[in-house]
């Protein structure tokens, strides 16, 4: 009686622990966090006096950070911060993201690889501050708007509770109105007031490395 329990045991271990370790080598599937940050690409149609008009479509440093919850190990509900960044001295921009998102996943090699795609609408608050000849202060300009933001990334697993993100974002927005960078009507006049509903005039490109904690 005593061996056929423990051969019951020992067959159930058998079952258990191979269970156990292919579950903790694998992906993220309930939920993670990450931190990354890479390169910033802009593509801005400026207006008559701003960062973008004066410099040109200058690169930048983006840092971002996200929180997931995966309802399965291919769908996610989250949020996504990202701080953007570009300065040609004195001139500065710096921008603030924040949105909740929806993500797709699909996985493979025993869970320990995956693509995603992740779309997320939130409030995005951009400033900048630029100076003129012997103009101490600068001129400090800020504004917030609705923005929106698409995601796809390869991630890999690196150890148990640890993986890597290759990641690439698009954040976009219609751009804003002010007294130096009126939106025109198409026969030229102007009225101050935007006419389309999206123009999709600023948009930065995102690429990047992150790491993932989580389980």
Known sequence: ???????TLAALLCW?????????ECLPQEYSFIVGGGLMLPHVDGNKNDFFN??????????????????????????????LRSARLPDKMHLHFIRPEMLLRILWS??????????????????ERLYKRNQRQGHLY???????SFA???EFRITRK???MLRADILTADWFVNPDGRLYNTDGYDDGVNHNWFKNNITFFNLGLAVQFGR
Request: proline share 4%.
């Open 110 to 127: 025993d869970g320990n690889q995956g693509v995603f795609f992740s779309l997320g609408i939130g409030y995005m608050n951009y400033q």
């Open 152 to 154: 796809l990334g390869y």
């Open 16 to 24: 258990v622990i191979p269970s156990l370790h292919a579950q903790s």
């Open 1 to 7: 009686m005593m061996k056929q329990q423990l051969a």
């Open 142 to 148: 800020r504004k917030g708007y609705c923005g929106i």
């Open 162 to 164: 640890l993986s890597g």
């Open 54 to 83: 004066k410099n040109g479509n200058r690169p930048g440093y983006d840092l971002m950070a996200e929180g997931r919850y995966y309802l399965t190990p291919n769908f996610a509900i989250g949020a996504q911060y990202d701080y």
